[in-house]
């Protein structure tokens, strides 16, 4: 397994050095803020919304290296997804790393490599923060998203 972690580690670092999607979206349906204020993690979500399809979805702002990993694998997993397939993601990832019981979720795909989070608390809230934010954005929440 520890080669399968090293591999893991590598995507997460190369997410975090060259975030995808890390831009504004001009004419987004939706955007939101979060901010954990445990590690600093600092966050923008844009959404472009199709009826119910997410025909773009981007992010910009400064955190640390899961935190932006984890938001960068995730505009590159939901582009061209449902909103019911957002939540059915988002309630997997959610449980994938914090349940240390979890079995594989093999629909997470690459979302996977942050499953190693679930060993460090404090790092939680930096791999969900985008996550949260998505959420507010969803649901068309204005303002901050705290994860606390
Ligand atoms: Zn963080």
Avoid at 56 to 79: N, R
Avoid at 102 to 125: N, T
């Amino acid at each position: 397994m520890a080669d399968l972690r090293e591999l893991y580690q590598e995507v997460i670092f190369d997410h975090s050095k060259r975030p995808r999607n890390f831009h504004p979206i001009v004419d987004a349906s939706r955007k939101a803020q979060g901010f954990n204020p445990l590690c600093g993690d600092k966050l923008t979500v844009y959404l472009k919304l199709n009826g119910d399809l997410i025909e773009d979805v981007s992010f910009e702002g400064c955190g640390c290296a899961i935190s932006t990993a984890s938001a960068s694998l995730m505009t590159e997993t939901l582009k061209g997804k449902s909103v019911q397939e957002v939540q059915h993601l988002f309630e997997a990832f959610h449980h994938a790393v914090t349940d240390d019981h979890a079995s594989a979720h093999d629909e997470l795909g690459k979302l996977q490599v942050l499953c190693g989070v679930r060993e460090f608390p404090a790092r939680v809230k930096c791999a969900t923060l985008a996550w949260h934010t998505l959420q507010a954005a969803l649901r068309e929440k204005q303002g901050t998203v705290s994860t606390e």
